[in-house]
Nanobody
Framework: QVQLVESGGGLVQAGGSLRLSCAAH????????MGWFRQAPGKEREFVAG????????LYADFVKGRFTVSRDNALNTVYLQMNSLKPEDTAVYYC???????????????WGPGTQVTVSS
């Protein structure tokens, strides 16, 4: 089965940090670029970060550059999103996604996790 499961969300004060993890079946994680998206109530889902299959290339949305870092450990079939200097506007449900390609991308994701809530208080 195709399965992506996020974890690590929670409540944090502004300026704090969280690390999200996305555990994937090898079937979907192998040679697959991965991405993180988020969606706040009443807003469209937006791209946050992406990483190539090799981990050698990353992409970030402008609003998280310098604060978030995406990484992966293919041996563990896990992708991470380290979030530092969190702001209240970062509050959203965060989703990980798997692409059918190997290059980091802002679009073209085929599989999605159920999401994990991140809430940043002011």
């Amino acid at each position: 089965q195709v399965q992506l499961v996020e974890s690590g969300g929670g409540l944090v004060q502004a300026g704090g940090s969280l690390r999200l993890s996305c555990a994937a079946h090898k079937r979907t994680n192998s040679r697959s670029a991965m991405g993180w998206f988020r969606q706040a109530p009443g807003k469209e889902r937006e791209f946050v970060a992406g990483i190539s299959w090799s981990g050698g290339s990353t992409l970030y949305a402008d609003f998280v550059k310098g604060r978030f870092t995406v990484s992966r450990d293919n041996a563990l079939n896990t992708v991470y999103l380290q979030m530092n200097s969190l702001k209240p506007e970062d509050t959203a449900v965060y989703y990980c996604a798997a692409s059918s390609g190997v290059l980091a991308t802002r679009r073209n994701y085929d599989y999605w996790g159920p999401g994990t809530q991140v809430t940043v208080s002011s």
